[in-house]
């Protein structure tokens, strides 16, 4: 169906930290004119973070004031949204939705990599064990437009953006 708000599509890059959505991400924005949109890093910068979640070693994030400041981005069409989380955003923001996805040993290697120790590291592995961002997705946006994406190698990370690249094509083709 012809999306008549918006003539490139938005698409939400989500899985648990770790997975390989920046680089997914960054080596998408570099592929297609579209805007990269971190949300931890745009939450950081319009002060959208309010006092720090002892328990999770995390900042809470205030959703409402951060939609806010989204909202106009979206409008266009041309973004890359790129986030831990994805059932506070409104579903008619995105025409696609990729899950990225680890094994295990490879998401303990890169979160270890990254200094996470202790519960936050358990909570992570957990997260993609259980599939928790793959059900938030399922159950936050039509299933026809959530993708899943293995990203453990060199190779599927080529493979994974040249799928996203050829998704957006076609969508331009069939949003004419
Ligand atoms: P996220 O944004 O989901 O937290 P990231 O893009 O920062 O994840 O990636 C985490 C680390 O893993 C980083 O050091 C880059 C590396 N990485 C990502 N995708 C990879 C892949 N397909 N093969 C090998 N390393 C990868």
């Known amino acids: 169906m012809a999306n008549r708000t918006r003539n490139v599509p938005n698409i939400l890059i989500t899985g648990t930290p770790g997975v390989g959505k920046s680089t997914i991400s960054r080596l998408l924005a570099e592929k297609t004119k579209f805007t990269w949109r971190e949300v931890s890093k745009l939450a950081e910068e319009h002060n959208c973070l309010d006092e720090y979640d002892p328990e999770y070693q995390c ?22 949204v790129d986030y831990h989380g994805c059932d506070f955003f409104p579903e008619r923001w995105f025409d696609g939705v990729f899950v990225v996805r680890a094994n295990n040993t490879t998401l303990y290697d890169r979160l270890t990599a990254r200094g996470y120790t202790g519960k936050k590291l358990e909570d992570n592995i957990q997260c993609e064990i259980f599939e928790t961002l793959l059900e938030e997705a399922q159950s936050s946006y039509k299933p026809e437009i959530v993708t899943e994406l293995q990203n453990n190698t060199d190779e599927q990370l080529q493979t994974n953006v040249d799928t996203i690249v050829e998704w957006i094509e076609r969508w331009k083709e069939e949003n004419l």
């Open 59 to 80: 900042p809470f994030l205030n959703e409402d004031k951060l939609l806010d400041i989204m909202e106009g981005m979206m409008a266009k069409g041309g973004n890359i």
